[in-house]
């Protein structure tokens, strides 16, 4: 059975930083892309940041691309979210999602059917 937990999540002030961790188990963990996407209230879910399977190849939407950062560690099937400068906009629950997929980072970010497991979601509010 695949499980995907996030954690780190929480509340903080504009300019401030998170890290978001998503622990796999139950699958050949570096045998698939991973990625987070994020869904604020009263909008769709998009994805927001991806990586291969061996952490050589990164993909962030622009309005991330400079502030977040992607990592995974395969030795222990986790990969890292790393945010900083935050913004209010930023504020959403944020899902980790693995992918079989060998197709480009700028498509499989827009295509969440190619995406194989979800977690559950991690909430991030950026607040003042």
């Known amino acids: 059975q695949v499980q995907v937990v996030e954690s780190g999540g929480d509340q903080v002030q504009p300019g401030g930083s998170l890290r978001l961790s998503c622990t796999v188990s139950?699958?050949?963990?570096?045998?698939?892309?991973m990625a987070w996407f994020r869904q604020a209230p009263g909008k769709e879910r998009e994805g927001v940041a991806y990586?291969?399977?061996?952490?050589?190849?990164?993909y962030y939407i622009d309005s991330v691309r400079g502030r977040f950062t992607i990592s995974r560690n395969n030795a222990v099937n986790t990969v890292f979210l790393q945010m900083n400068s935050l913004k209010p906009e930023d504020t959403a629950l944020y899902y980790c999602?693995?992918?079989?997929?060998?197709?480009?980072?700028?498509?499989?970010?827009?295509?969440?059917?190619?995406?194989?497991?979800w977690g559950q979601g991690t909430q991030v509010t950026v607040s003042s």
């Open positions: 990586i291969n399977r061996n952490g050589g190849i990164t």
């Open positions: 139950g699958l050949n963990f570096d045998g698939y892309s």
């Open positions: 999602a693995a992918t079989a997929s060998k197709l480009p980072a700028v498509i499989l970010l827009r295509r969440e059917r190619d995406f194989n497991y």
